[in-house]
C-alpha cells in the first residue's frame, strides 16, 4: 500500500469546517484512499472512502486532487465529539477470498477541537 | 449501521490463563479479523477469517488461536496468557469482496 503523510496535529474552533490533508504522492491507479478516526480508547471508526471522484456522506466529505496525490478530509461543522487521531489510507481493492487485510495506520493527525 | 460488538472492554487476567475474547458483528459479513494495537507499532494483524471453520494466520499468531463456529463469531484464544500480551485487541469485520474494515470498541487487556 501506497504511503501516506499527514501532519501531526491540528486544532479547529468547535463549528467550524475541519480541513484534514494528507499526501498520498504514490498512490497507484487501483488504490482507493481511506479515512478512519481513532476516539481516545475506542477502536478506528470507518469515515468514507474514494477511488477518484469526490465522496460525501453525513459524517464527512473527501475531496481528492485530479493527480490524485493528495486528499483533504473535511468535518463541516466540527464538534468537541470529533476530536480524535484521523489517519488516511491508501489500499487496493479487495480481491474475493478476503486476502486483503491489511490495513497500516501510520501516525495520523491528533485533530483537537476547542470550544 | 454495522455493529461489531467486543464483549469485554477490560479484563485483567494472571500469567498463564487462558484468555477468551469474543466477538460478535451484525452484518453478515464473511471476514473477520483480530488485530492487536501498541503505541508506536501500530496495527497488527493477528488471525483473519473469511468463512465459518476458516482461518488464516496474520502477522504475529503466535501464543494465540481462534476460533469461528458461526459466521457472525470470532474468538481470540490466548493459550497461557504472558505479560508481552498486555495490549488492545480489535476486532474487525468486512465483506468478501469489500473494500471497508469496521472495527469493534476494542479490548483492553492486562496481563499481570
Known amino acids: 500500500d501506497a504511503k501516506t503523510t499527514q501532519p501531526p496535529s491540528m486544532d479547529c474552533a468547535e463549528g467550524r469546517a475541519a480541513n484534514l490533508p494528507c499526501n498520498h504522492s504514490?498512490?497507484?491507479?487501483?488504490?482507493?484512499v481511506y479515512w478512519y478516526r481513532q476516539i481516545h480508547s475506542q477502536g478506528p471508526q470507518y469515515i468514507i472512502h474514494g477511488l477518484k471522484n469526490n465522496e460525501t456522506n453525513e459524517m464527512a466529505s473527501l475531496i481528492i486532487t485530479e493527480d490524485r496525490k493528495s486528499s483533504t478530509l473535511i468535518l463541516p461543522h466540527a464538534t468537541l465529539r470529533d476530536t480524535a487521531v484521523y489517519y488516511c489510507?491508501?489500499?487496493?481493492?479487495?480481491?474475493?477470498?478476503?486476502?486483503?487485510?491489511?490495513?497500516?495506520f501510520g501516525k495520523g493527525t491528533l485533530l483537537t477541537v476547542n470550544p | 449501521d454495522v455493529k461489531v460488538t467486543q464483549s469485554s472492554r477490560y479484563l485483567v487476567k494472571r500469567t498463564g490463563e487462558k484468555v477468551f475474547l469474543e466477538c460478535v458483528q451484525d452484518?453478515?459479513?464473511?471476514?473477520m479479523f483480530w488485530y492487536r494495537q501498541d503505541p508506536g507499532l501500530g496495527l497488527r494483524l493477528i488471525y483473519f477469517?473469511?468463512?465459518?471453520?476458516?482461518?488464516e494466520k496474520g502477522d504475529i499468531p503466535e501464543g494465540y488461536s481462534v476460533s469461528r463456529e458461526k459466521k457472525e463469531r470470532f474468538s481470540l484464544i490466548l493459550e497461557s496468557a504472558s505479560t508481552n500480551q498486555t495490549s488492545m485487541y480489535l476486532c474487525?469485520?468486512?465483506?468478501?469482496?469489500?473494500?471497508?474494515?469496521?472495527f469493534g470498541e476494542g479490548s483492553w487487556l492486562t496481563v499481570v
Open positions: 477469517s473469511y468463512d465459518v471453520k476458516m482461518k
Open positions: 474487525a469485520s468486512s465483506f468478501l469482496s469489500g473494500n471497508t474494515i469496521y
Open positions: 452484518m453478515d459479513h464473511e471476514n
Open positions: 489510507i491508501v489500499r487496493v481493492a479487495q480481491n474475493s477470498g478476503g486476502s486483503n487485510y491489511k490495513l497500516t
Open positions: 504514490t498512490i497507484s491507479g487501483n488504490e482507493y
